[in-house]
């Protein structure tokens, strides 16, 4: 086994882009492993973990490339470096067409009229970022994670002394006048608008209006902590207030997972006796005191996004095409062993996971995850299912250095086939979110492991049923219809709702 | 607290508002300040005889061959290492010289005062492209050419220069930069030019018609013999801004072939310097990077007031002899004023809607930004006596404005 | 009017400060954006770092 590894000094490059080139490096033959990362104390880490490490590593800072390569042999390796050469530049040479400033400061020089700054840098210099930002008098979406709770509370009371959105931390979703931000669909512009502490709930609300043919104003992510007593959900009144005031806007929609108490009442009283129709969902929560005010409720994703149309547009004339109610569940049924009766949900999207276990909740005594409910429902290993498990695959401890599932299906087509060797797994539920920012086809990485995972059952003269919920408009670059089509030709159940899809995943387990 | 913001306007504002003039032509050791007749001066940092490169110790030895020191090799290299000749950086001497840059008494030297701050400034003239003693040749030739231009290129350019008087050279380079030049690697504008201004003088005064002749083909020969009166004016530009208490900004760098060296207005004449870069760039035939003498030479002086590599946006024609796009030339000007205060009010660029050129490198931005200047360069082969081999473009190091930072913090008691 | 409100009445112009996948969306959409090139400030030195803190 050969080792060789290359210190670039002061070559900087986002973590997304460098985890593309790692993984195509480490597909090429002879290539044992293939790290190339910027020199963050995380990242020697894992240099450390894999035996790739010397002084020079050591030594170098975060603004140095590491490209650090295990292999075969030396023309494997040469391979390797010539392919990490030619990715690299191939950028430097795409973007040689204009400058690309390095500062916020430049930027503003060349274009003084810029009104947000979309920021996904490394958490450890976002809040940085976004102050500046603040500061400069633009509007921030901040797409980072990894930022403390302390730094979020004071970005967000700068941005509240200036009037300005400042959308997030770890805001992955948002639609301002009709441009989708980070991951958002391709949605129409319409009368509704949303603002949500949850961001594939939000991107699922705002798509299924859009299918539904109706559309949204504006729609303003805040980022999954804004509703935490700490933050005192500052960015979710705002909001509000801003739709409010706003002529485009008819109805409101709220999204959030449960807010702390005196959050939720601040933020009703906020909504109440004003002409706008508000319809309120917070993921699993207790909504009397909402509907006290008469402010509409859901409990579904679904749900709200057909309230929303409703208050908007009228009556839903027809459901819209949903084929997976033709699904003959008995015939299903039939295909599975007695053995075979749980349920896996490996989610990409943090809020659809919950919506998930709290629809199984309602059937089932225990569902276990990751994010789990309850204590007791807390997977003891993130990488060990138990019975009903629903797990969030975008979470934290999934990501930490690794591309995120909704990008990047690998560590979840992994997780398929660890799935499939029990021989008490049925259904795996799976959600599949389609829009900006996501994997450019889903499907491909899917059939080949549905397709894969059914042989292996089949051998064992056994089946496992796929429920794929899939999120997105019909405007989505990826193109939802033939996403849907290639699911099904694979055997796949496609539901168009994240609701149906759980819904369809139990009444198949369900005796 | 000191105004860092404050000394850095000061000193930049000293930048802009410099007017360099050619006002004489003088022998070093009778103009440059300090100048003994067993001192020579070279590029960049100090460095001692033990440390110096290739082209620098043959450039030394072909200096004191010139000078009758020595009578040759052998003698000249005894002589540089027996301590009794005085070898100081030309900056300490307001001098300054391309490549080697080294400059003895008898060279004939262009005198640049800067009319709005009264200082001065010295350079020696340009002997040409191929085995020059800039770049460490030292060849008969070489001596024999160095011979004709104290004999006859100084006195003629000194006559003329009587006849047409004083020269701004800030306006000559200021139209140069309209005619495609940056002033450092691309002289072809402002070499003739300058020629054009200096004619009538050349015609007019009372030398031989031969050595008249003999002047105009010289200057008209050598693309790069504005380059030398270039930096003695950027040089006496550079200058009016060191010394200002709380400045950041850097008013001089420089190379001796070993060394990339930089001094920082409020922390007055120290250098901070770290081991000189290889240049990154094209090599004419024949030759390669294994050939290359690290990063060499004080017409970094360009870059350092604002233009060179800061203004290739204006000299899209550089990129056939450095490599590399027109757009990149573009590029690196946009990515110089991350790092500088100002945008000059003379120096202009065309092609960015005559935008003044980044002007007044600040170490903090450098530091923020982690952009280092660029710098349009030559590139000297590592051995003496071989010449230039290629040209390109090259960094100062990291380490040079890392160290400045702290110096400055330590010296302003910001702890 | 508030500033939000007059953000929605704007164009929007982003500047988009990391991944160039953002940018890339963006600019499908023939939206006005500006990429900058982030890089770890003080290329992540922590003692410069603190010392151009102070030096501002």
Same mark, same amino acid.
């Given at each position: ?35 190339? $990362? ?8 894992? *240099? ?88 400069? &008098? ?56 949303? $603002?949500?502490?949850? &961001? ?12 539904? &043919? ?12 804004? *509703? ?22 008819? $109805? ?50 679904? #749900? ?50 919950? #919506? ?19 204590? +007791? ?46 021989? +008490? ?32 059952? #089949? ?15 019909? +405007? ?36 | ?63 004191? @061959? ?10 000249? @290299? ?9 070898? /100081? ?13 080294? !400059? %003895? ?12 701050? %009264? ?13 020059? =003693? ?56 402002? !070499?003739?030019?300058? =020629? ?9 005064? %009372? ?51 070993? /060394? ?72 690196? !000007?946009? %990515? ?20 003044? !050129?980044?002007?007044?490198? /600040? ?29 390109? =473009? ?22 | ?56």
């Amino acid at each position: 086994m050969i080792k060789e590894i290359v210190i670039k000094k002061n070559s900087f490059f986002d973590s997304v882009m460098l985890m593309t080139i790692s993984r195509e490096v480490k597909n090429i033959e002879g290539i044992k492993e293939a790290v190339v $990362v910027m020199a963050t104390d995380f990242n020697k880490e894992t *240099l450390k973990n894999v035996d790739l490490v010397n002084d020079e590593v050591m030594e170098a800072t975060p603004s140095d490339l590491i490209i650090a390569l295990k292999g075969e042999s030396e023309d494997a390796i040469q391979t390797a470096k010539d392919k990490v050469e030619e990715m690299l530049t191939k950028r430097t040479q795409a973007q040689g067409s204009e400058y690309n400033p390095k500062t916020l400061e430049m930027a503003l020089q060349m274009a003084p009229d810029s009104n947000l700054a979309l920021i996904s840098v490394p958490g450890m210099y976002a809040a940085e970022e976004a102050r500046k930002a603040l500061e400069a &008098g633009l509007h921030v979406m901040l797409f980072s994670d990894n930022v403390s709770l302390e730094d979020e509370i004071k970005l967000k009371k700068l941005a509240q002394e200036k009037g300005l959105l400042m959308m997030g931390p770890d805001c992955g979703t948002a639609i301002i006048n009709g441009v989708p931000l980070a991951f958002a669909n391709k949605v129409k512009r319409g009368k509704i608008g949303i $603002v949500g502490a949850s &961001g594939t709930g939000t991107q699922e609300v705002s798509s299924i209006i859009t299918r539904l &043919g109706g559309g949204v104003s504006q729609v303003i992510g805040t980022g999954g902590r804004d *509703l935490k007593a700490e933050v005192g959900g500052i960015m979710m009144i705002m909001g509000i207030e801003a739709l409010i005031n706003d002529d485009e806007t008819d $109805v409101i929609v709220l999204i959030s997972k449960p807010p702390a108490k005196e959050v939720m009442e601040k933020v009703i009283e906020k909504a109440k006796g004003t002409q706008k129709k508000f319809i309120v969902h917070f993921i699993g929560a207790d909504l009397s005191f909402a509907e006290k005010y008469g402010l509409e409720t859901a409990s579904t994703l679904e #749900e709200t996004a057909f309230k929303a149309y409703e208050a908007c547009y009228g009556k839903i004339a027809e459901l819209p095409y949903e084929e997976e109610v033709r699904i003959d569940i008995e015939k299903i049924r039939e295909t599975l062993k007695p053995s075979q009766r749980y349920i896996r949900g490996l989610y990409s999207g943090g809020s659809l996971c919950d #919506e998930a276990m709290v629809l199984m909740k309602k059937k089932f005594s225990k569902v276990y995850s990751n994010i789990a409910l309850t204590e +007791e429902e807390k997977l003891p290993s993130k990488d060990q299912s138990i019975k009903h498990t629903v797990i969030d695959m975008g979470d934290d401890e999934f990501t930490r250095g690794k591309p995120h599932p909704m990008i990047d299906y690998t560590q979840r087509v992994e997780r398929i086939f660890k799935e499939a060797e029990s021989e +008490e797994v049925a259904v795996i539920l799976l959600d599949v979110v389609l829009g900006y920012g996501a994997h450019k086809d889903p499907a491909s990485e899917l059939v080949p492991a549905i397709n894969k995972t059914r042989e292996i059952a #089949e051998s064992k003269g056994s089946n496992i049923v796929f429920v794929v919920a899939l999120c997105g408009t019909y +405007e989505d670059p990826q193109d939802y219809k033939k996403q849907k089509e290639e699911l099904e030709k694979a055997g796949a159940i496609v539901a168009t709702t994240n609701k149906r899809a759980v819904e369809i995943a139990m009444s198949i387990v369900e005796a | 607290m000191v105004d860092i913001e404050r000394a850095n306007q000061e000193a930049v504002e000293r930048f802009l508002n410099s007017q360099p003039v050619l006002v004489g032509v003088g022998r070093a050791l009778d103009v440059i300040p300090g100048m003994t007749p067993k001192t020579i001066l070279h590029a960049g940092p100090p460095v001692s005889w033990e440390r110096m490169s290739g082209p620098l110790r043959g450039a030394i030895i072909g200096a004191l @061959i010139y000078e009758g020191l020595a009578k040759d090799e052998q003698e000249a @290299i005894e002589l540089a290492s027996s301590g009794e000749i005085t070898f /100081d950086s030309c900056h300490h001497h307001n001098a300054v010289g391309p490549m080697a840059g080294v !400059t %003895s008494p008898s060279m004939p030297v262009f005198i640049v005062e800067n009319k709005t701050y %009264s200082n001065k400034a010295y350079c020696n003239m340009n002997e040409g492209l191929g085995k020059a =003693l800039r770049f460490g040749a030292y060849g008969e030739d070489v001596i024999k050419r160095l011979k004709w231009m104290e004999q006859v290129l100084g006195p003629a350019i000194k006559d003329a220069l009587e006849i047409v008087g004083e020269i701004d050279v800030k306006n000559l380079q200021v139209q140069a930069l309209m005619m495609g030049d940056e002033c450092h690697n691309r002289n072809r504008a402002g !070499t003739s030019l300058f =020629l054009r201004q200096i004619a009538p003088g050349l015609v007019k005064s %009372s030398l031989p018609k031969e050595d008249i002749a003999k002047v105009f083909e010289f200057i008209n020969g050598n693309d790069h013999f504005f380059l030398n009166l270039s930096m003695a004016a950027c040089k006496a530009t550079a200058d009016s801004a060191k010394g200002i208490k709380g400045s950041t900004i850097v008013y001089t760098m420089a190379r001796n072939g070993t /060394d990339f060296g930089i001094r920082v207005s409020g922390l007055g004449e120290r250098w901070f310097t770290a081991p000189a870069e290889k240049v990154r760039g094209l090599y004419f035939p024949g030759f390669g990077p294994e050939d290359a003498n690290p990063d060499i030479g004080d017409s970094v002086i360009s870059e350092t007031i604002g233009i060179g590599g800061f203004a290739m946006a204006a000299a899209p024609a550089i990129v056939q002899f450095v490599g590399g796009t027109v757009k990149d030339a573009i590029n690196y !000007t946009q %990515s110089m004023y991350e790092i500088t205060i100002a945008e000059n009010n003379a120096y202009r660029i065309p092609y960015l809607d005559f935008r003044g !050129t980044p002007t007044g490198i /600040d170490i903090r931005k450098v530091i923020e930004t982690a952009i280092l200047p660029i710098i349009n360069t030559g590139i000297a082969h590592k051995n003496p006596g071989v010449g230039q081999v290629g040209a390109g =473009l090259v960094n100062p190091p990291m380490k040079c404005f890392e160290d400045a930072l702290i110096a400055f913090a330590e010296e302003y008691n910001i702890e | 009017m508030s500033k939000i409100n007059e953000l929605f009445k704007k164009e929007l112009k982003v500047v988009n400060i990391g991944i160039t996948g953002f940018r890339d969306d963006l600019k499908s959409l023939s939206v006005s954006v500006v990429h900058v090139e982030f890089r770890p400030p003080a290329g992540g030195n922590a003692k410069l770092l603190s010392i151009l803190k102070k030096l501002k």
